[in-house]
């Protein structure tokens, strides 16, 4: 199976869904391989805002998709069922105001 092309980047919000294994080229010429598009232009991307360009050279020029839509939603149900589990786990680890925590009330 030969890799997908290139698809030119300008800048912008990230067009691809979070989920998707993605490829990207950097403006100096370093590759970013097999990463989730969400991580894709730095650690703290979530919001999309690692796919701006800023002009330095870790600006996304080109990046391919390696991932069908299928697994793509696959990942994603993935994803949000984890999210949601992390979310309960720090809901359920933070004391209610008024509630007697180790003998002090909070």
């Keep these: 199976m030969s890799a997908p092309d290139w698809i030119d980047w300008a800048g912008g919000y990230n067009p691809t869904p979070i989920t998707a294994v993605v490829e990207v080229r950097h403006r100096d010429g370093a590759i970013?391989?097999?990463r989730y598009?969400?991580?894709a232009?730095?650690?703290d991307s979530?919001?999309?805002r690692g796919w701006i360009h800023n002009g330095s050279g870790y600006d996304i020029v080109a990046y391919r998709v390696f991932s069908s839509e299928a697994e793509?939603?696959?990942r994603h149900e993935i994803w949000l069922r984890i999210?949601?589990?992390r979310a309960a786990a720090r809901l359920a680890a933070t004391?209610?105001?008024?509630a007697d925590v180790d003998g002090?009330?909070?």
Excluded: I, Y
């Excluded at 004391?95 to 008024?98: D, E, I, Q």
């Design 41 to 43: 232009g730095g650690w």
């Design 37 to 39: 598009a969400a991580l």
């Design 83 to 85: 999210s949601e589990q």
């Design 46 to 48: 979530t919001d999309d």
């Design 104 to 106: 002090v009330v909070v």
């Design 32 to 34: 970013g391989s097999n």
């Design 95 to 98: 004391p209610s105001l008024g």
């Design 72 to 74: 793509q939603e696959r």
